[in-house]
């Protein structure tokens, strides 16, 4: 019969409206919560800018490196300058220049620069899980909206870098995997 | 950008007992509240990104909470142009040409690590690295792609800059014909017809230093 | 692949039969048989009618550099199922020549064409050979080994500009016009003449019937895309229109051509696979499967059992948000603007998260591994895969069901258009839903399974009048054995680890090729890889299943309403970002 499927479609709209009332009335006080989740009713948006949605921990936007900060308050960053990163990068937007030693110009286990280009960065994580010294993660920050790009873009050491704890916040499953592994490692040692 | 703050002080002191009836506020002010508010994004995908862009306007993230519900196919009746995806040289006249056809006042919004920059194709011979190379960009959202909420964020931080402006300053109530970015133009390579002179010279160059010698050079450096 | 003892006997056959025209590849670890370019439409008549090899599933070229040698690889199958049989041609690199096999073959066109563009390769006989995914006028053949962009900076990556001395350096600050041009020497832009298009419109004119009679009648040229809302990206069909009717269509494409292949080429075989995720960006996680598995053939490693069932499970999930996004478009494109598709996005969206929480990431998921899967599922994210498919997913498709099949607009604009016959579709290479569509009940995860496909229980769904109402039921009815799918594996899957040995990012590849086929949301989709022992694959070629249904738009829209196009482009499902790659 024509017209009847304009009746079912608008039924299965009403429904929906519906059923966010029932939902937010007779759901308990999580109604809200749920929304935008599996369990969700009827309506289904999440008011962003309040309020956003879980982030999962594995979750990856932009690279940063992780530092411990020492007595002296300066950053003890953990990147060696290996280069695995940057060898592994698909978009090969990493560069690092490794630090030499002053006097002997030998090359010490430290980068003296580190950039990431994050114009061409794919937040793949790739330089996150082959790094072997756990030195650089992925970022959960997403906010990452700019009015210039310019040289801003290329992201330098000191905005790359993040402390230890901030890693440990937004991952902390890896991070208590990791930390068990390195007291492991040291335990045979002693 | 924050020299622009006092645009909402209006210099008029309001009496204390009329404080609770009373709001005063800037021509400016109330004018750019309602453009903010009422952005219409041009309904324009290019690549991944544009799916995040659609999943930004479905029910989860719901854009229209910000007036921005309505996508218009037409650049004619669109305010901000969402560059969502990799810019590719045989894509590009089009893009400066939808640009051109966006009336005054009209935004940039370049979305994800492609329209920035390149993005991660960069280094392809047919990517365009970065649609500012072309046409002037407002709000640039890295990431690849920016989840749904880093868009939003991204059109938070558009709407922050249309309320700094000032009427005086933009340039649409002018007499004066706007000034159209030339259309690039599918060659052997896509050019832009403004450098064309630059083009000349390097192609014409005396020695035997080809262009792409020059470039090989350039990354012997 | 195979190896001699156990060659298949059509490569027997036709050594039989062509004596001097054939012979069987001799290099290690490469398979199929040479053959004469003078004999290789005999070969392949007598293939297709004779032995029943009815499937052109791919046709590409490897370029030998520095040897003179250019290679046209045909890959066939039989749409009754079996192996593969793969033929190679060899050509010289400058100017070479190949007879065109698109007249027994509709569905080589444009993989021809795109040859031609990259390549240079020139296809004798063919109908329509021009430059597919770049323009007429562009300079080179850029998948040409000596060809070099001006971005370029090394042969092969990793880059050693990269560290220990690294400068953060963009490559426009590099190239003398700051931009990611390069022009040949001696061109004057002041009097250069492009072609714009003209060579399109040629054609489409063409097309023109001669005036009979004295009712004159106007043709007009329509321009689709490459913006326009309805064409599901940056897609273009040139069209020509008598009144509303479309006399002659002609898709072009390549407005997102992101040089995949030439990219992958310069990557490390581990470094490919995040750009495979953005080829193909609503069904990521098959796009990995499929790469997954053609470089684990060159490496003969097995992933370990839980990770095959993971590998299932992601796949068949991004079958179903790939195909409920398609189906909410459809409808967008039928007229029902947005409502649907904001149901489909939410069924979608939930998946998504599932994927964020396992690999990370909401559409580049970047979670196969040579060998395994990156890392295991977390126990809730097992606990929310589980709800999805047992409560909530076959509840809204339901729904979908209920209110969209019997839908009499729906019934009305797609019963009867855009029809393909079994005999064309697999002619012109048609594969997937379209492919079932038309009746031919042929599922890569049924005639050649993969992974643990043939333990799993699931029919192939497969519809008779090759319409586009019937593609929306095929799609539907595969969202419902995608779910049996995956309850099976979730109930089945067993504990035990993610990888075969450690994640390498140096993987030593044996010198060989591979052709790696998964039954991708859209079809098949096939990787053809070859290397040559170093850590770069020396060819990375993609047989992407959207831009080869292209093929077929032409024939399906013919004759039919400039509408109806629109409606017939939606139900072939294309993403933009595989058809140009
Ligand atoms: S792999 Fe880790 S330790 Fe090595 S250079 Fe990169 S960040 Fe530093
Ligand atoms: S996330 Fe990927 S693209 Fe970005 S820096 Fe790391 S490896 Fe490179
Ligand atoms: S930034 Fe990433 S997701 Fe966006 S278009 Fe480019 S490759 Fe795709």
């Not at chain 1, 030499?100 to 330089?127: A, H, R």
């Not at chain 1, 790359?160 to 890693?167: A, D, F, I, M, V």
């Amino acid at each position: 019969m024509n017209g009847l499927g304009l009746v079912k479609g608008l039924a299965l709209t009403f429904k929906h409206f519906f059923s966010t009332y029932v939902a937010d009335i007779f759901g308990g006080k999580n109604s809200i919560r749920r929304r935008g989740t599996i369990d969700a009713d009827g309506l289904f948006t999440i008011q962003y800018p309040e309020e956003s949605v879980v982030i999962p921990e594995e979750f990856r936007v932009i690279p940063f490196l992780v530092y411990t900060l020492g007595e002296d308050g300066q950053r003890k960053y953990r990147c060696t300058a290996c280069g695995i990163c940057s060898k592994v990068c698909p978009t090969q937007c990493i560069w690092i220049t490794r630090m030499k030693d002053p006097e002997t110009g030998k090359p010490i286990t430290s980068s003296q620069e580190f950039y990431i280009d994050v114009d061409k960065c794919m937040n793949c994580g790739t330089c996150a899980e082959f790094c072997p010294f756990d030195a650089i993660k992925m970022d959960h920050d997403y906010r990452i909206a700019s009015y210039t790009r310019g040289e801003t873009h290329i992201y330098p050491k000191p905005q790359l870098g993040k402390p230890l704890e901030y890693y440990a916040k937004i991952r902390p499953l890896n991070y208590a995997v990791e930390e068990a592994e390195r007291a492991a490692k040291a335990q045979p040692r002693q | 950008m924050e020299a622009n703050q006092d645009l909402y002080k209006p210099g008029y002191e309001i009496p204390e007992e009329l404080r609770q009836q009373v709001t005063i506020t800037t021509l400016e002010r109330i004018y750019n509240w309602g453009r903010s508010n009422s952005m219409w994004p041009m309904m324009f995908g290019l690549a991944c990104c544009a799916i995040e862009m659609i999943c930004t306007a479905a029910s989860r993230y719901d854009f229209s909470r910000f007036g921005m519900e309505v996508m218009r196919p037409s650049p004619r009746q669109a305010d901000v142009m969402i560059v969502a995806g990799t810019v590719t040289k045989k894509m590009l006249p089009q893009i400066v040409r939808l640009y051109n056809q966006m009336s005054l006042p009209k935004y940039v919004l370049a979305m994800g690590a492609c329209a920035c920059g390149g993005g991660p194709f960069k280094e392809g011979y047919n990517v365009v690295p970065g649609i500012d190379t072309y046409i002037p960009v407002d709000v640039y959202v890295t990431g690849c792609p920016p989840t749904p909420q880093g868009l939003l964020n991204g059109l938070l931080t558009l709407q922050k800059k249309i309320k700094m402006e000032q009427m005086k300053e933009t340039g649409w109530y002018s007499k004066e014909p706007v000034v159209e970015v030339p259309i690039p133009i599918l060659g052997p390579d896509v050019y832009d017809p403004r450098k064309s002179d630059l083009i000349y010279t390097e192609t014409h160059k005396p020695e035997v230093l080809s262009t792409e010698e020059s470039t090989m050079e350039g990354e012997s450096k | 692949m195979t190896d001699q003892p156990g060659l298949d006997p059509t490569y027997s056959d036709l050594l039989n039969e062509f004596p001097q025209a054939v012979e069987l590849e001799a290099r290690p670890g490469f398979t199929g048989v040479v053959v004469l370019t003078s004999a290789l439409i005999d070969v392949m008549t007598y293939l297709r009618d004779r032995k029943g090899y009815d499937y052109l599933s791919s046709v590409t070229a490897v370029d030998d550099f520095p040897e003179d040698k250019l290679e046209i690889v045909y890959l066939l199958f039989k749409t009754t199922g079996g192996g593969i049989i793969e033929l190679k041609v060899f050509t010289q690199r400058d100017e070479p020549v190949v007879p065109s096999i698109t007249p027994l073959y509709q569905g080589a066109e444009f993989q021809e064409r795109e040859v031609w563009d990259l390549y240079g390769v020139k296809f004798t006989g063919h109908p329509d050979l021009r430059r597919l995914l770049l323009w007429e006028g562009f300079s080179g053949h850029p998948l040409r080994k000596d060809w070099k962009e001006p971005f370029y900076e090394e042969e092969v990556k990793p880059f050693k500009t990269r560290w220990p001395e690294g400068k953060g350096v963009r490559s426009e600050n590099l190239n003398p016009f700051k931009d990611n041009v390069q022009y040949p020497r001696d061109f004057d832009p002041n009097t250069y003449e492009p072609d714009a298009d003209r060579s399109v419109y040629k054609l489409l004119e063409s097309q023109i019937p001669a005036e009979t009679g004295d009712f004159k009648v106007d043709h007009l040229v329509v321009n689709i895309g490459p913006q326009h809302p309805s064409t599901h990206g940056v897609f273009r069909m040139a069209a020509l229109l008598e009144g509303e009717k479309v006399l002659a269509l002609k898709p072009v494409i390549g407005y997102l051509h992101r040089n995949h292949e030439k990219i992958g080429e310069r990557n490390t075989f581990v470094q490919n696979m995040p750009f495979t995720d953005r080829m193909d960006y609503l069904s990521s996680m098959s796009n990995n499967f499929g790469y997954a598995i053609t470089v684990e053939k060159l490496l003969g490693v097995k992933p370990p059992e839980r990770a095959e069932y993971l590998r299932v499970m992601m796949a068949e999930l991004t079958r179903i948000a790939s195909h409920t996004m398609a189906i909410g478009f459809l409808l967008n494109d039928l007229g029902a603007f947005f409502t649907p598709s904001l149901y489909a996005l939410e069924e979608r969206e939930l998946i998504l998260d599932i994927f964020e929480s396992v690999a990370g990431s909401r559409m580049m998921c970047n979670y196969f591994r040579f060998g395994g899967v990156v890392r295991d599922i977390p126990e809730e994210t097992l606990k929310s895969v589980k709800k999805l498919v047992e409560d909530r997913l076959p509840r809204k498709v339901d729904d979908l069901d209920r209110y969209l099949t019997d839908n009499e607009i729906v019934r009305v604009r797609c019963e009867g258009i855009g029809v393909l016959t079994a005999e064309e579709a697999i002619a012109y290479s048609a594969s997937g839903p379209i492919l079932r569509a038309s009746g031919v009940p042929y599922d890569i995860r049924k005639v050649d399974p993969y992974s643990i496909y043939d333990r799993l229980e699931f029919d192939v769904c497969y519809r008779q009048h090759g319409d586009v109402y019937d593609r929306y039921l095929v799609r539907l009815d595969e969202i419902r054995q995608s779910l049996r799918i995956l309850k099976q594996v979730i109930n089945q899957i067993p504990e035990g680890p993610i990888m075969t040995g450690k994640v390498q990012y140096m993987v030593k590849v044996p010198a060989g090729e591979a052709y790696g086929r998964v039954e991708g949301p859209r079809g098949e989709l096939g990787f053809y890889v070859v290397s040559d022992g170093k850590p770069n694959p020396k060819r990375y070629h993609v047989r992407a299943p959207s831009m080869i249904n292209t093929t077929s738009l032409e024939k399906m829209c013919v004759g039919g309403k400039i509408a109806d196009a629109v409606t017939i482009l939606g139900a072939v499902d294309v993403v933009l970002g595989e058809v140009d790659r």
